[in-house]
């Protein structure tokens, strides 16, 4: 354990040493773009449950990417040094997710002042939703890096990320539904991806 958290300090400074002034910009882009421009014109229509679960559910966007980063970075020394690199990459995640996602309920409420509240219990749902199919994302997209090459995970990224727009786009109206199925379904896929990573680090 000691392990682990020595190499999520080194892990999540490494990060930090990455976001130079073009990464702030486009999180400062990002967090304009959906955490107060969508959010003012969606207006009252943003605190849909649909779409505060998808909000819930962004830092998917986030944590595969800078995984496959990270493990880009070199091969990690131990199964704790790679498991920090999944960590980070979905703690920085859930960062922005949180980041847009009080933005955008901030936005809406001082648009409307609206009285009544989100649906907490469907997002606080979805948002455990986020955060399991972010590990299993980060955790995936690690092991392909491991096993193959930064940019076979990019790719496999690409076709999976299409496949849950296609997924969102024409079964939206789900996902606050089946969050609580999504999250255990992501937990065993993470899971299975971090085996395969302390198999491939053996």
Known sequence: MTEFFYHLKREGVGLGTRMGPPAILIHVILIAAFGILLPWW???DFLDPVMLSAYASLGILFAAPVSVAAFAQGRPGSFAEALARIAIAVIYAELMTVAMLAAGLITVYSKT???LPPDLETLGMAAVFGIAL???LAAIAG????RFSAASARGALRIIFLGLLALFFFRSRWLPDVAGT???????VAAGALAAIRRTLA
């Open 42 to 44: 969606k207006g009252v």
């Open 134 to 136: 972010s590990g299993a």
């Open 143 to 146: 092991w392909i890096t491991l």
């Open 113 to 115: 002042h609206f009285p």
């Open 182 to 188: 999504g999250a255990l379904l992501s937990l065993i």
